[in-house]
């Protein structure tokens, strides 16, 4: 039997016998993961990984660049390390990249920017997005024109549909080269990414890089947030500048952007305070606004003072957490009852019907662009502000409500009924013993992370996948600002989820923004086998920065689409893969651990030790789970493929 198999009680091996660091073995003995040999035996732990020979071994130059100090940029100096300089003094969190735009991006990295490199430029353009979506930090990726600006396209549009403010940086012809199809330098960047960016320009002075950095800057990090694309040429990046006033534009940032909000005016407040009052079952839903202006606090006093429930929407969760007893995000069936919904940063809006509310609901929108107020969503109050100030402004101004008891029993028992509703799927689903239903990787997954040895509110969860996240985000829960990232959130994005763990991985062993409190601690994916070709070769990049990572691969053998086409001979085999691929082995060959679970019985075992395993050696586990494409057949494997309800913990768009 192979060392990959679930129901070998042997722990998974440590790669290059690599030590745990110290907090984290304390953490492990502290919260019983490190169990003495006979539980191991019962529990399927052991109290150490063993050492395994590996030809795999990190070049000594990354040890080297460890030791190494950062530049001090000084003049005579090139219009690349200008721009890094730049974006060190912003305080620019990270960058994602592979070889490429060599002036820029090694100039980043020369300046003490923490740079990762990948092995592809839309897997590392999903690491910066997952990257500042879970810290709430600008990160930055890049692409080399004409193939590596085309191969990180889909993780720019992915981050549009997500409001995420990542810098798209990319080298392009030079000035002189423009229209001749010199080598491969043959793109138009800016009308690729038109409607991608929130703001793009191509630079071909040295002198205006500074100035233009600064345009950067104040868009990405003032007002709705999106992606800024910025084209440098050759002669923008390369070109050198001797003397101080060979730069324009050059004055700190404090004096190129302000830190100033828009605030609300008492008029609008005063109105949907009134609007609030009179309303027998007012809701409120939380979304990606709440965590960018970090308005979570506000959030809880108001909706505490008021006694209104609130239902968490966005690419990130936990903003409001699920255990509140305000909290609506897990109580689907009362959200029809609402009469009056106040969105708080529901940048990217629901149509008419896409919401679970009903018809009649009258809507309060809380947003900073005006010209959107009013989009998709016909509103009864806008409200033009900083959500944070809003809020602030909202809990000044209301009286308080003592009594809401009819409303809150209505959430309360409809937040039952879905636990019930769960537990009747689970009882289905873990009947079929001859491969792992995703019910079994959902129900399993959140007792290991909420009801066992680990603090609840400690595992960041990457949420990928098709029909295995239907399974899992029933189950899920947040308990704190970004706990949870909907990585396919609006734009739906197939093959991205090794890409966000090592955004998300970074984010969380580094402690940046909102995850320094759980720094050092792994972080769990959950994705599907047709994903895994897309960006499966990040298990290497997460290898090679020792990002503690497990990965949930459901292989049924199959995309999420074939249930559709059952019932078309000809057309099935379009939706099929080989079966029983071994996703385990090719991670064991790229320098991560792997994990074969073919029973149900194995998975909670596997994981316990799977997460051990990356505690201590600080290294990826690719746990592949071993399903069958038939599960998504209703009729025949109840309760088959699940639909969603938008808000709450069942969103898949909004």
């Known amino acids: 039997m192979s060392r990959s198999e679930a129901n070998d009680n042997r722990p998974l091996q440590a790669a290059n016998d690599l030590e745990a660091p110290r907090s984290r073995r304390h953490f492990l003995k502290a919260s019983g993961l490190l169990a003495a040999s006979s539980a191991a035996s019962a529990g399927g732990l052991n109290s150490a990984p ?125 000035v002189k080269e423009e229209d001749t199809e010199a080598a491969i ?149 009362a959200l029809a009852s609402a009469d009056v919904v106040m969105l708080v940063g529901q940048y990217c809006m629901p149509g008419v019907g896409e919401y679970a509310f009903g018809p009649d609901t009258r809507y309060i929108r809380i947003d900073p662009a005006a010209e959107d107020i009013g989009r998709n969503l016909p509103i009864e109050i806008g409200i033009v502000s900083d959500e944070k100030a809003a809020l602030e402004a909202l809990y000044q101004e209301a009286q308080p409500v003592t009594q809401r008891d009819a409303w809150l029993s209505e959430i309360m028992a409809a937040r039952m009924k879905f636990e019930a509703d769960n537990e009747a799927l689970y009882k289905q689903g873990a009947a079929y013993r001859d491969a792992v239903h995703p019910v079994v990787i959902a129900k399993d997954l959140s007792d290991f992370l909420y009801r066992g040895a680990l603090p609840k509110e400690q595992t960041l969860v990457c949420l990928g996948g098709f029909g295995i996240a239907r399974y899992a985000r029933r189950w899920l829960r947040a308990f704190r600002p970004a706990q949870i990232m909907n990585g396919q959130y609006q734009f739906g994005l197939v093959g991205s989820d090794v890409g966000y763990t090592v955004g998300a991985g970074v984010a969380v062993k580094e402690g940046v923004g909102v995850q320094a409190p759980y720094k050092g601690h792994p972080v769990i994916t959950v994705m599907g086998d047709g994903a895994f070709g897309f960006s499966g070769m990040e298990l290497e990049t997460l290898a090679k920065y020792r990002i503690p990572a497990v990965i949930i691969l459901y292989n049924n053998n199959a995309w999420g689409t074939w249930y559709l086409q059952d019932d078309e001979p000809r057309r099935v085999p379009m939706h099929l ?18 994990v074969y679970v073919t029973r149900p019985q194995d998975f909670m075992p596997a994981l316990k030790r799977a997460y051990q395993t990356a505690a201590q050696t600080s290294l990826p586990v690719l746990m592949n789970v071993q399903g069958k494409k038939e599960f998504w057949l209703r009729e025949k494997y109840p309760p088959g493929f699940l639909g969603k309800v938008e808000p709450g913990v069942m969103s898949y768009y909004h």
Not at 269 to 276: K, P, V, W
């Open 185 to 333: 330098q043959v793109m138009e960047q800016e009308k690729l990414t038109e409607g991608l960016v929130k703001w793009q320009k191509r630079l071909v002075n040295p002198r205006r890089v500074h100035e233009y950095a600064a345009y950067a800057f104040r868009q990405l990090k003032t007002g709705v947030p999106s992606p800024v694309h910025l084209n440098f040429t050759a002669e923008a990046a390369d070109g050198k500048l001797s003397k101080p006033t060979d730069i324009v534009y050059n004055v700190d940032k404090a004096h190129y952007r302000t830190d100033a909000k828009p605030n609300p005016s008492p008029a609008h407040i005063t109105r949907a305070l009134a609007l609030l009052a009179q309303a027998q079952r007012p809701m409120i839903v939380a979304s990606t606004g709440v965590f960018y202006s970090k308005a979570w606090e506000a959030l809880r006093r108001f909706a505490e003072k008021t006694k209104i429930p609130v239902v968490e929407s966005g690419p990130m969760r936990g903003q409001f957490p699920d255990d509140h007893p305000l909290s609506a995000s897990c109580s689907p069936d």
């Open 50 to 174: 063993e050492a395994t020979p590996t030809s795999l071994t990190l070049p000594a130059e990354f040890a080297a660049a460890g030791k190494a100090p950062p530049a001090v940029p000084k003049l005579p100096m090139s219009g690349g390390l200008l721009f890094a300089q730049a974006c060190k003094a912003e305080g620019l969190a990270a960058l994602f990249c592979c070889p490429g735009n060599y002036t820029v991006t090694h100039a980043l990295a020369d300046v003490g920017i923490p740079t990762y490199t990948g092995r592809d430029e839309r897997s590392m353009t999903h690491a910066a997005d997952a990257f500042t979506r879970v810290t709430g930090e600008v990160a930055a990726t890049s692409g080399t024109e004409g193939p590596g600006f085309t191969n990180l396209i889909s993780g720019l549009a992915n981050a549009k549909a997500a409001r995420t403010p990542i810098l798209s940086l990319a080298s392009n012809k030079s």
């Open 577 to 594: 893969f080989q079966e029983n691929i071994r996703y385990d082995k090719m991670a064991e060959a790229l320098g991560a651990h792997g």
